[in-house]
């Protein structure tokens, strides 16, 4: 055979070959699993977004709620009349003399 033909390899090619496909298939998973791992990671911060969007419009809401009936308690001052706190139900239902 010709200098230039020559094949760069002394091994064997079916060794070389199977060394090749090894580190080749060896990329690949390691491959698969880093994007894996990221689908995991966007999902979960996704569904942390969510969530707190979702928690921060409660708040806000109840912010608003809050923020109404304070000025409700101001303008017509709402506050029970010390006469009228004989019966006060408690959290349980129950009503407390």
Known sequence: MPEAIKPPYKSPLRKVLKILEHGR???KAKYMNAKAQIKYFQNKLRY???SR???KQEALALKGEFQQLQGAIKRNDLSVP???K???VNCRGKVRR
């Open 25 to 27: 298939d060896n990329w």
């Open 48 to 50: 942390a977004e969510q």
């Open 53 to 55: 969007d979702r928690w």
């Open 82 to 84: 010390t006469s009228d």
């Open 86 to 88: 004989k019966n006060i």
